[in-house]
T-cell receptor, first 110, second 114 residues
């Protein structure tokens, strides 16, 4: 059973068209939820960590939010350089592993 | 500050061989984790080391092993390679004292099994 589910699998946006990516999770005890960005041929690049429901983090055009069951990555007025795969991962109290979702592949066209 | 360095970047092996991959963490980071990334399964956790001790292990067969040295550099070994081991192997490091500190990834080693 998947612990982390991301939707949609793929998203195509026009430049400037805001949207949100979803990450729903099922864990017994959440230590932290992490967002990463991955470009082709590269390793994941860390974006945000969220620790508790209600927490929000922002960086440039990205804003991450967290509830008890899901997290959203809001992308405001995206640019073509925001095109990448966005990965969500959760870490449980019981260990050190990150459990990743399958990712959302975002394409922003001019 | 230099990031996580993985070598080699690409590797081609045949079934039955063994392979060793290397990872140098960010300076000062003492925790190193390894992940396997495939198109079908995504990123899956292999194991994590801190101060030369394995603290956590994922659900992979015993053919997959790792170790960490006193300078925090890490290696992973895969023996008796199978076609299904073709994947991108990613190493990540974190300071390590607190388990919820973000992990920073290298660009991986692309392993192809013929």
């Amino acid at each position: 059973e998947d612990q982390v589910t991301q939707s949609p699998e793929a998203l195509r946006l026009q430049e400037g068209e805001s949207s949100s990516l979803n990450c729903s999770y099922t864990v017994s005890g959440l230590r932290g939820l992490f967002w990463y960005r991955q470009d082709p041929g590269k390793g994941p690049e860390f974006l945000f960590t969220l620790y508790s429901a209600g927490e929000e983090k922002e960086k440039e055009r990205l804003k991450a939010t967290l509830t008890k069951k899901e997290s959203f990555l809001h992308i405001t007025a995206p640019k073509p350089e925001d095109s990448a795969t966005y990965l969500c991962a959760v870490q449980e109290y019981s260990g050190y592993a990150l459990n990743f979702g399958k990712g959302t592949s975002l394409l922003v066209t001019p | 500050k230099a990031g996580v360095t993985q070598t080699p970047r690409y590797l081609i092996k045949t079934r039955g061989q063994q392979v060793t991959l290397s990872c140098s963490p960010i300076s000062g980071h003492r925790s190193v984790s390894w992940y396997q990334q495939t198109p079908g399964q995504g990123l899956q956790f292999l194991f994590e080391y801190f101060s030369e001790t394995q603290r956590n292990k994922g659900n992979f067969p015993g053919r997959f092993s790792g170790r960490q040295f006193s300078n925090s550099r890490s290696e992973m070994n895969v023996s008796t390679l199978e076609l299904g081991d073709s994947a991108l192997y990613l190493c990540a490091s974190s300071p390590g004292q607190l388990s919820n500190q973000p992990q920073h990834f290298g660009d991986g080693t692309r392993l192809s099994i013929l």
